[in-house]
């Protein structure tokens, strides 16, 4: 412990003698500093010639060893058809009516007959081989008008109960997977009724596409009186209305900063015509448009991916940087007089040594824990933690330069009585109203606040909601559930919102396509393999029974019923040919060649399936795996990750992209929370110097964390990525509202409550503030219909709320029980503590360095004990080092 001393002795001196002289410099050249930090910041802004967004998924989330990267780029060089889809279900009270039967054949026509710009739904449909791709339950009669118009009750059940193989398509056909509800048969099993069906339009990707989608959208919304309720979504129908929902909400936002801005107008000065500091104010908060400027340059200048997680970049710099102003304006308003007679560049420098080092405290344990959080495998992760490090840092340098310098021109102006607003107005004779002199918050922690905090039973009761608190959160935090779910980002009063419930109600067993892709393989030698994955697949747990659209087994039926005899490789691939040109042709897109006459060979193919409903991430990732490992294990016996699949076969859907992302994302967060709370402790050690303080500091930073999480798996928050986003940024807010008061504790002496006290009434504003406006910022959200944005809110409020109680009230709690001695450079303050007076006062205050304050606290303490209240001593007495002088001490 002594060596630690020596270390924190050696480090707070060298900081706060740095920051002395950097505040003395700007105070003698703030011009010279503001113009250094735009020419800095504008230079690195340069960076952004290059700036581009990365919106592909791929380059976002998905870890950049994984298997699907080379399979998706596989995929999209042999099969790049890309498509877009509308799909709409259909409730009534029996759609197996004939009526039912030839109102939805009718609503299928009035779609079709939608046109854009003149072109009609065949010329941009998706087709397979000369028909569009329609599936539903209308295609079990080959969508034949004549046929359908006809069908009587008898023949539509006779159909759905023995049909086996779409007449369009030619596949095997379960038509269960186009009834949904309650589905109600016979005592012989036969079905006899259901609930819903579903139609579903696939189509060319372009903007007629996205045309016809919007005008179906609106007739399906009209709904149609034969329907008891017509649900339907679209490929742009996230588009449409979730991001609809966050263009709107960020019109909230902008007037979140607003009151920000006003708040934080009103808090810096004094509410009078002098005094306020409402250009100060406004400069404050561009230091958060350069810093974002600064970061955002140079991490474009170093090819950092930018996604859509970095807009929330702003939102984090402001509560960081509304902090750091607090800060540095409170250190100022509580210099002692003595220093504030000091000439304005010493001030200056006095401010910065009082408020740097807790400036730095939080600044650099929010960049070493983003830095470490870069390492994660999550490339848009990464690039956040990398965006929002230097961010930060330039944040940092940029409040205590650019801020300061301005903080200085205002001390200026206000010194020699010109106008807050129009500063080239100088007033004469101006005297200040009483009222805009008295600080409320300082009153209130000095006088109330901190008096209360700090009677026993008030200490035991917040110390016991504290273990109350933190334990039950514990329990809801390990509790909370790793799950994406696509549908929380729609808003709730959406039709998309509508259509997803629809489909989990009565298409319950319905989950997401996917296919099993080969390569160039002799499927003649394979074929026994792929009997097994065809047969285990039909067989999995994973698979919708009768989803099953195979090329391959569709080609084995039919070499069968026409005996076609096969003996070698060239053979097969002669007899597939032959097939796809003729009685499979509506398979033909399932299937590449390397050439469009014979002798051909397949080059790859492809089989789609669906899986089962799956409720959520753990059990997708198992599905997958599930696949992955049948087709492995039977086509793929010595595959490996790190090889470009010119293999044989494997599963892929562009669902398993987020899989691939769900499966590292519970160990990712847990792993950059617990890398950035190691972080946290071994940098407040370092520059707070104490071991004790930055453990009680760090305890209250994981009491946050914990219980952050906890109250959002209350609220019924899942660990996806916006929320793993924001909790690893929780980090970097809830370290601020507890290191200031931990730094402040350690630079005064006295008893251990007084220190608390005065560190309350010196430094508490300026958490509560801090806090505060951060708070603000969101708070027009709490009602978001958006679910990023309603997230965004509860996130920030439990960061604040929770990171405010365990800094302005547990914290000091602690200290004033177990709080560690001061810095020896601590000011001596509150009651008990010997005040200078006479002739040397002024000597020590100027030089304090000849004589130990610290001793001469010790000795007023001895004295103390004997009633003493006031002496005049030979300050021999009290450092036999220096020369003979007399000192008056009073005790007070």
């Known amino acids: ?241 979730g991001y609809g929902a966050i263009n709107s909400d960020i019109k909230l936002l902008s007037a979140g900063f607003s009151i920000v801005f006003l708040f934080v107008m009103v808090s810096l000065g004094n509410f009078n015509m002098i005094e306020h500091r409402i250009i100060v104010s406004l400069l404050g908060l561009t230091s958060v448009g350069l810093a974002i400027l600064f970061a955002y340059g140079v991490a474009t200048a170093l090819d950092i991916i930018y996604g859509p997680i970095q807009s929330i970049m702003p939102f984090l710099l402001l509560g960081i940087g509304v902090d750091d102003m607090f800060v540095i304006v409170e250190a100022m308003r509580n210099l002692s007089p003595s220093e504030k007679r000091l000439p304005l560049p010493e001030r200056i420098g006095t401010v910065l040594k009082h408020a740097g080092v807790s400036v730095t405290v939080t600044s650099v344990t929010d960049i070493v824990a983003f830095g470490i959080g870069a390492s994660t495998v999550i490339p848009a992760l990464s690039a956040f933690c990398i965006y929002a490090a230097l961010g930060i840092f330039a944040l940092f340098i940029l409040q205590s330069t650019f801020f300061v310098a301005c903080l200085t021109i205002d001390q200026q102006r206000r010194e020699v009585n010109r106008n807050a607003c129009i500063c080239c107005y100088t007033h004469k004779l101006y005297s ?9 918050l300082p009153l209130f922690f000095e006088k109330y606040f901190a008096p209360f905090l700090l009677k026993l039973p008030v200490k035991i009761l917040v110390v016991c909601t504290v273990i109350i608190v933190v334990s039950f959160n514990l329990w809801r935090f390990i509790l909370l559930k790793q799950d994406f779910n696509l549908t929380n980002y729609i808003p709730s009063d959406s039709y998309a919102y509508q259509y997803v419930h629809a489909k989990q109600k009565y298409f319950n067993d319905e989950g997401k396509d996917t296919a099993i892709y080969c390569g160039d393989i002799d499927y003649y030698k394979y074929r026994r393999q792929l009997d097994v994955v065809h047969y285990l697949l039909e067989d999995n747990q994973y698979i919708q029974n009768g989803s099953i659209i195979s090329w391959y087994k569709t080609f084995q039926q039919y070499k069968q019923s026409t005996g076609i005899t096969i003996a070698t490789e060239s053979d097969y691939n002669h007899h597939v040919f032959q097939f796809i040109k003729s009685a499979g042709k509506n398979l033909r897109s399932f299937i590449k060649f390397n050439s469009t006459r014979e002798p051909v060979r397949i080059k790859a193919s492809y089989f789609t399936m669906k899986h089962t409903l799956q409720i959520d991430s753990s059990d997708q990732i198992k599905a997958m795996d599930s696949i992955r490992t049948i087709v492995d294990e039977e086509m793929l016996p010595q595959y490996h990750s790190d090889t470009l699949p010119t293999y044989k076969c494997f599963p892929y859907s562009r669902n398993y992209l987020t899989y691939e992302t769900n499966k590292v994302l519970l160990y990712e967060l847990y792993r950059n929370l617990g890398l950035a709370g190691g972080c946290i402790l071994l940098v407040t050690m370092i520059l707070i110097a104490n071991f004790y303080t930055s453990l009680m500091v760090f305890s209250c930073v994981i009491f946050t964390l914990i219980d952050v999480g906890g109250t959002l798996e209350l609220w019924g928050v899942t660990i996806d990525t916006a929320s793993s986003v924001l909790m690893i940024l929780s980090v970097g807010l809830a370290v601020d509202y507890s290191a200031h008061i931990g730094h402040t504790f350690m630079t005064i002496s006295g008893t251990r409550s007084e220190r608390s006290t005065y560190t309350l009434k010196t430094i508490g504003p300026a958490v509560f503030n801090g806090g505060f406006s951060t708070l603000l910022a969101f708070v027009l959200l709490a009602n978001s219909s958006s679910y990023g944005f309603a997230l965004f809110f509860r996130v920030f409020l439990t960061v604040v709320l929770f990171g405010l109680f365990h800094g302005l009230c547990f914290l000091p709690v602690l200290l004033s029980w177990f709080g560690p001695r001061p810095y020896d450079s601590a000011k001596s303050v509150g009651q008990g503590h010997p005040v200078l007076n006479g002739a040397n006062k002024q000597l020590l205050i100027d030089h304090p360095h000849l004589i130990s304050l610290k001793k001469i606290e010790d000795f007023g303490k001895k004295k103390r004990e004997n009633s003493m209240q006031q002496e005049t001593v030979n300050i021999s007495t009290i450092d036999p080092g220096l020369q003979s002088s007399e000192l008056t001490i009073v005790h007070i």
């Open 1 to 241: 412990m002594g060596c630690l001393k020596t270390v924190s002795d050696r480090i707070i001196w060298a900081l706060e003698t740095a920051f002395y002289n950097v505040g003395v410099f700007i105070g003698n050249y703030p011009w010279l500093t503001i113009i250094l930090s735009l020419i800095i910041c504008g230079t690195c802004g340069i960076g952004l010639k290059t700036f581009k967004e990365t919106k592909s998924q791929e380059k976002l989330w998905v870890p950049s060893d994984s298997r699907v990267l080379n399979e998706k780029r596989w995929v999209d060089k042999n099969f790049p058809v890309s498509t877009r889809y509308v799909s709409i279900v259909v409730t009534n009270p029996d759609v197996l009516m004939p009526s039912f039967i030839n109102a939805l054949l009718e609503l299928k026509i009035e779609f079709e007959n939608v046109t854009v710009n003149g072109k009609e739904f065949t010329k941009f449909c998706y087709k397979v081989s000369s028909k569009c791709r329609t599936t539903g339950l209308l295609e079990i009669w080959n969508y034949d008008q004549s046929t359908i118009k006809s069908l009587s009750r008898t023949q539509i059940l006779d159909t759905v109960n023995n049909i086996t193989h779409s007449p369009v398509f030619g596949n095997e056909l379960d038509v269960k997977n186009y009834l949904g509800g309650e589905i109600r048969r016979d005592r012989n099993g036969r079905i006899i009724s259901a609930e819903a069906t579903q139609i579903t339009w696939l189509l060319k990707p372009g903007a007629v596409s996205k045309e016809w989608e919007g005008q179906v959208i609106k007739k399906a919304l009209q709904g149609d009186k034969m329907f008891e309720n017509i649900y339907v979504y679209a490929s742009r129908s996230f588009d449409d209305e």
């Open 432 to 440: 200040p109203n009483s009222c805009s002199q008295i600080q409320f």
